[in-house]
């Protein structure tokens, strides 16, 4: 058996079966530990890897052909495959607590395995296209049936789409020159067309007008989704241009772009979530201002360092994005909106869930103790070691996530001194919440706990993880 049909088609077949299931818990049982099994199948038996089960050796292969084209999972994705698929699990389980399962978890299961596919695909300008493929199956997660699409999925769709011509235009241009640029005036039409995809996919400012329309129209669970996988693979994807034109990789002003790009999405995304007045809009700020965390650590010149920062920074970000949306969620199943003015004073009535709002958005700010903490300040020294006022723009933007944490946590506990303190919450929202945050809390008490499990992933990269 071979790799791709392990992490790719079989997730793809049984997101199919899910849709057939009657019951929505038997949906999330069955979805959380299909992906929980992916997932410790990587860990103990990785690509090109044999194990003895008693007299029995197991092998699974890395490659596997389709219409002529190479699709491979080495051993060097063994770890984004373990984390992958460990956070589908988190992020299914969660739906036990929200309902929209069957929504969910399907779609979820497909797009994960189609943005796997793309970094496993060869040549690897068809990623664009699973990434597409991936794009379009996210309108059925966002969206109920019969529901109109809102201004902010339109959106989403719309410029997610636009970047395929471009990264492709782009690709077909640079075919041929891999070592070094053999035409000046055709490698800069190709990084122009290159830059131009790559903003779309990445929405970086002012593309990223989608994020908090899309949460005042779609359900925030599936919305964090979202926010989680495709800012992931999208620069996973980046990277591997990078790695593959050495006059790319090596390029000053490519830093300077990475550098200025991810300072304008930190600055401005935090800067906007210091004055948002909805509790969803704060969070899609939130979420944009990550993506140009990790520019910021692709900008680095010690590209080690950097690459150990970006993928250092997903497990917190997924943990505190599943909080965020899990308690942004409970507060949608309950009222019509999540503006301040309805929320007012809800902490007396939902504790666990104001509590795991706040919390997920001290934790994305960089809060002492929380698991982006020890992260973001080696990123933040490191910019301080080129430049003071790029760090200090830095400090200005994690200003502003604290902001917006704080104002939330005002408008939320703002209530009259006579209505008692009760939860509201079901068991499962409680439990969530709670595991969620404690997660946040561990690894910011023990980062040097992920070191060992994060260290081989820049290997993904034949040259950048050099």
């Given at each position: 058996?071979?790799?791709?049909?392990?992490?790719?088609?079989?997730?793809?077949?049984?997101?199919?079966?899910?849709?057939?299931?009657?019951?929505?818990?038997?949906?999330?049982?069955?979805?959380?530990s299909?992906?929980?099994?992916?997932a410790?199948?990587?860990?103990?038996?990785?690509?090109?890897?044999?194990?003895?089960?008693?007299?029995?050796?197991?092998?699974?292969?890395?490659?596997?052909?389709?219409?002529?084209r190479?699709?491979?999972?080495?051993?060097?994705?063994?770890?984004?495959?373990?984390v992958?698929?460990?956070?589908?699990a988190?992020?299914?389980?969660?739906?036990?607590?929200?309902?929209n399962?069957?929504r969910?978890?399907?779609?979820g299961?497909?797009?994960t395995?189609?943005?796997?596919?793309?970094?496993?695909?060869?040549?690897?300008?068809?990623?664009?296209?699973?990434?597409?493929?991936?794009?379009?199956l996210?309108?059925?997660?966002?969206?109920?049936p019969?529901?109109?699409?809102?201004?902010?999925?339109?959106?989403?769709?719309?410029?997610?789409?636009?970047?395929?011509?471009?990264?492709?235009?782009?690709?077909?241009?640079?075919?041929?020159?891999?070592?070094?640029?053999?035409?000046?005036?055709?490698?800069?039409?190709?990084?122009?067309?290159?830059?131009?995809?790559?903003?779309?996919?990445?929405?970086?400012f002012?593309?990223?007008?989608w994020?908090?329309?899309l949460?005042?129209?779609?359900?925030?669970?599936?919305?964090?989704?979202?926010?989680s996988v495709?800012?992931?693979?999208?620069?996973?994807?980046g990277?591997?241009?990078?790695?593959r034109y050495?006059?790319?990789?090596?390029?000053?002003?490519?830093?300077?772009?990475?550098?200025?790009?991810?300072?304008?999405?930190?600055?401005?995304?935090?800067?906007?979530?210091?004055?948002?007045?909805?509790?969803?809009?704060?969070f899609?700020?939130?979420?944009?201002a990550?993506?140009g965390?990790?520019l910021?650590?692709?900008?680095?010149?010690?590209?080690q360092?950097?690459?150990?920062i970006?993928?250092?920074?997903?497990i917190?970000?997924?943990?505190a994005?599943?909080?965020?949306?899990?308690?942004?969620s409970?507060?949608?199943?309950?009222?019509?909106?999540?503006k301040?003015?309805?929320?007012?004073g809800?902490?007396?009535?939902?504790?666990?869930?104001?509590?795991?709002?706040?919390?997920a958005?001290?934790?994305?700010?960089?809060?002492?103790?929380?698991a982006?903490?020890?992260?973001?300040?080696?990123?933040?020294?490191?910019?301080?070691?080129?430049?003071i006022?790029?760090?200090?723009?830095?400090?200005?933007?994690s200003?502003g996530?604290?902001?917006?944490?704080?104002?939330?946590?005002?408008?939320?506990v703002?209530?009259?001194?006579?209505?008692?303190w009760?939860?509201k919450?079901?068991w499962?929202?409680r439990?969530?919440?709670?595991?969620?945050?404690?997660?946040?809390?561990?690894?910011g008490?023990?980062?040097?706990?992920?070191?060992?499990?994060f260290?081989?992933?820049?290997?993904m990269?034949a040259?950048?993880?050099?």
């Amino acid at each position: 058996m071979s790799a791709p049909l392990v992490w790719i088609a079989s997730p793809l077949i049984f997101s199919a079966v899910l849709l057939f299931l009657p019951r929505e818990r038997w949906i999330t049982i069955l979805g959380t530990s299909f992906v929980a099994i992916l997932a410790g199948l990587a860990f103990w038996l990785p690509p090109d890897s044999a194990q003895r089960l008693g007299p029995i050796s197991l092998r699974i292969d890395s490659t596997f052909s389709l219409f002529g084209r190479q699709i491979s999972l080495t051993a060097s994705y063994q770890v984004i495959l373990i984390v992958v698929y460990g956070i589908a699990a988190f992020w299914f389980f969660g739906t036990l607590a929200i309902g929209n399962a069957r929504r969910i978890i399907p779609m979820g299961l497909a797009i994960t395995a189609l943005l796997v596919a793309s970094l496993a695909v060869t040549p690897f300008l068809y990623a664009a296209l699973l990434i597409e493929m991936a794009v379009l199956l996210s309108v059925p997660l966002l969206i109920s049936p019969g529901q109109k699409p809102g201004h902010g999925l339109m959106r989403f769709i719309i410029y997610q789409t636009l970047a395929m011509p471009f990264i492709l235009f782009a690709g077909f241009l640079l075919s041929g020159i891999e070592a070094g640029p053999a035409d000046v005036a055709l490698i800069g039409q190709a990084a122009i067309m290159l830059g131009l995809g790559f903003a779309f996919l990445l929405s970086i400012f002012p593309l990223y007008t989608w994020a908090p329309l899309l949460t005042e129209e779609s359900m925030p669970f599936a919305v964090g989704f979202i926010f989680s996988v495709f800012p992931t693979f999208s620069l996973v994807f980046g990277l591997s241009f990078l790695d593959r034109y050495s006059w790319l990789r090596d390029s000053a002003a490519l830093s300077t772009a990475l550098r200025l790009a991810g300072l304008l999405m930190v600055v401005s995304a935090g800067l906007w979530a210091a004055f948002q007045r909805h509790f969803g809009r704060i969070f899609a700020y939130a979420a944009m201002a990550e993506t140009g965390l990790s520019l910021l650590a692709m900008s680095l010149p010690d590209r080690q360092a950097g690459l150990q920062i970006l993928f250092y920074l997903l497990i917190p970000r997924a943990l505190a994005f599943g909080v965020w949306s899990l308690s942004l969620s409970v507060f949608k199943m309950e009222f019509s909106d999540l503006k301040f003015t309805s929320l007012k004073g809800v902490a007396r009535k939902f504790p666990f869930a104001s509590a795991g709002l706040v919390l997920a958005n001290l934790a994305i700010a960089g809060s002492p103790l929380f698991a982006s903490f020890p992260i973001r300040q080696a990123l933040w020294e490191k910019l301080a070691n080129q430049s003071i006022q790029d760090a200090l723009w830095f400090a200005l933007a994690s200003l502003g996530l604290w902001t917006g944490a704080l104002r939330a946590l005002a408008v939320l506990v703002m209530s009259p001194e006579n209505i008692l303190w009760e939860s509201k919450e079901t068991w499962s929202q409680r439990l969530l919440i709670g595991i969620g945050v404690l997660g946040l809390l561990t690894f910011g008490l023990f980062p040097q706990w992920a070191q060992p499990f994060f260290a081989n992933l820049p290997s993904m990269f034949a040259h950048l993880g050099k």
